[in-house]
């Protein structure tokens, strides 16, 4: 058994959160390692590129989110064995992570700039995206996204759809997901009942 | 066997490179199909979110190049099965895929943006990535990034040193990863040594 640590932001959501559902899931031993905004420019040092998420492994630090989540599906068998469905669902995390990698700039404008790339976002980023996943998802049964049960892509596309519906975007109507693709929010909400993930929520919310 | 075919830019470099290494090194069959970057706006209509690499696997389209680059790295016998192995391997893939985002939207920037665009990759991105692939090869024992031997990590760094030592990205001197982290290039050269890369970019100069 590994000893693992899991360093990302105390929130819940952002680029750690589907390994940390996968963990729960999984019934993984982790040591969930939560720190404020404000302590990111100090914890950012220690930190190999100085990005979070970072998994520690055994005193090894490694990071990038993607290939954390695909190290902990296994982990939990939240990741297909067959190499095809494994290429299925690498694409759903990866194009996910396209989507994480354009909203990540805009995070930090403001005033006519921000504006206008939040309206890109709205515009194309958004739509394109949101319209492939769904057609992924109708196209393997409309269930889950990959060999008809829970994956890591299934969490990785509900984290985002989470956080686009969430009201925390400014310029992005919460009514996005179900207006474009919505499939996708009864997708989220399959996997909002998973028993695990209902239940670490609720202790979350206490 | 399945049948597969690599849509991408009529470049020996960019996101499909390394797939198309890794199908060269494991004798795999696929049809290697270019286009040229006038032909991209029509391409692109046919892709699934407008992007390429492009995957074309018994008729179905996958895109995301890391996705496609695990995908035919198994195929191929360059990639880890142990999924700690994997992990380390996904942790390369992922980070040059990091810097490949952040040159990407200085392709299609000019004058004072892009000097000022390009001084920031040469000062911070660069510097930090480097250093990081170089301190991983080196942790790994200098060789190659995963197991001692040629992975999908290898095939996807010299990518992107060839690219940085290329002189195509203008503002970035061909001597930065010398002056850097010039255990990446000496990887660089090792790699172009291994056989059937050596062989299979003499038949494309040709």
């Given amino acids: 058994?590994?000893?693992?640590?899991?360093?990302?932001?105390?929130?819940?959501?952002?680029?750690?959160?589907?390994?940390?559902?996968?963990?729960?899931?999984?019934?993984?031993?982790?040591?969930?390692?939560?720190?404020t905004f404000a302590q990111f420019a100090e914890i950012k040092k220690a930190m190999p590129l100085a990005q979070v998420p970072v998994l520690t492994i055994d005193g090894l630090q490694v990071t990038q989110c993607n290939a954390i989540n695909r190290f902990v599906g296994?982990?939990?068998?939240?990741?297909?064995?067959?190499?095809?469905?494994?290429?299925?669902?690498?694409?759903i995390l990866e194009a996910v992570e396209?989507?994480?990698?354009?909203?990540?700039?805009?995070?930090?404008?403001?005033?006519?700039?921000?504006?206008?790339?939040?309206?890109?976002?709205?515009?194309?980023?958004?739509?394109?995206?949101?319209?492939f996943l769904q057609a992924r998802l109708l196209a393997r049964g409309g269930d889950f996204f990959i060999e008809n049960r829970l994956s890591m892509a299934d969490l990785k596309v509900f984290c985002l759809i989470r956080w686009l519906n969430s009201g925390l975007l400014d310029h992005v109507p919460t009514t996005l997901v179900e207006t474009l693709a919505p499939e996708l929010n009864r997708h989220c909400q399959r996997i909002a009942q998973v028993p695990e993930i209902a239940e670490y929520y609720a202790g979350r919310a206490e």
């Fill in 74 to 91: 296994k982990l939990a068998g939240l990741y297909p064995r067959d190499p095809f469905q494994a290429l299925l669902c690498d694409e």
């Fill in 98 to 131: 396209d989507v994480d990698n354009r909203i990540g700039p805009t995070l930090g404008m403001q005033g006519e700039e921000f504006k206008r790339a939040r309206k890109a976002l709205v515009d194309e980023t958004f739509p394109r995206y949101l319209k």
């Fill in 1 to 35: 058994m590994h000893k693992l640590k899991l360093t990302y932001f105390d929130i819940d959501g952002g680029r750690a959160e589907p390994a940390r559902l996968a963990m729960h899931v999984g019934r993984i031993p982790f040591e969930d390692d939560r720190f």
